[in-house]
């Protein structure tokens, strides 16, 4: 099975900040990596695709990068409503798919 | 607007079943791999199973194998999950999601399962 793992588990952070979250793989995935905001009580969202890709209708300050083991998410100026839990996806072993821990990201 | 709408959960005791719904609007789901998500109290994401768009690939996670049936009515443009012998660790949102380039571009609501005696 291919384990994901995300870091930091927990974040605090400021509006305005910049903000960078790590996923690590297992072992390569290429760029089968998809990211998830999930606020409370709510179902998650899709934010990126294969990596890099931003889902139509997401803000811009989203980014994400890396292929092989390694992926980030960066928020470019984090704003009110970008405090949640952000999850990553592998979908190289589809359709058997892996979740990351979760990174609660607070105020 | 297209959207997913679970139902079906509710209060069990161990040992017990439970079949939940998913019914989609807007959309043939027979035209997209779809997927049952899980997510227990307090917890993060687990994928439960899947069910492809032409019928011929079903998987489970582990966890629920031999427990766990998925399926689809495309009359009635629903996806199921049945649940069988359910655990207390068996208590979680679950969720329906459409699959798409691998990535969970649609879900729904979520409907409760809750696992107690």
């Known amino acids: 099975d291919i384990q994901l793992t995300q870091s930091p588990s927990s974040l605090s952070a400021s509006v305005g900040d910049r903000v960078t979250i790590t996923c690590r793989a297992s072992r390569s995935i290429n760029n089968n990596l998809h990211w998830y905001q999930q606020k409370p009580g709510n179902a998650p969202k899709l934010l990126m695709y294969?990596?890099?890709t931003l889902q139509s209708g997401v803000p811009s300050r989203f980014s994400g990068s890396g292929s092989g083991t390694d992926f980030t998410l960066t928020i470019s100026s984090l704003q009110s409503e970008d405090f949640a839990t952000y999850y990553c996806?592998?979908?190289?072993?589809?359709?058997?798919?892996?979740f990351g821990q979760g990174t609660k990201l607070e105020i | 607007e297209e959207q997913l709408v679970e139902s079906g959960g509710g209060l069990v005791q161990p040992g017990g079943s439970l079949r939940l719904s998913c019914a989609a609007s807007e959309f043939s789901l027979s035209d997209y791999n779809m997927n049952w998500v899980r997510q227990a109290p307090g917890q993060g994401l687990e994928w439960v199973s899947f069910?492809?768009?032409?019928?011929?690939?079903?998987k489970y996670a582990d966890s629920v194998k031999g427990r766990f049936t998925i399926s689809r009515d495309n009359a009635k443009n629903s996806l199921y999950l049945q649940l069988n012998s359910l655990r207390a660790e068996d208590t979680a949102v679950y969720y329906c999601a459409r699959l798409k380039m691998g990535a969970f571009e649609m879900w729904g609501q979520g409907t409760v399962v809750t696992v107690s005696s």
């Open positions: 069910f492809s768009a032409s019928s011929g690939t079903i």
């Open positions: 294969a990596a890099s």
């Open positions: 996806q592998q979908s190289y072993s589809g359709p058997l798919y892996t």
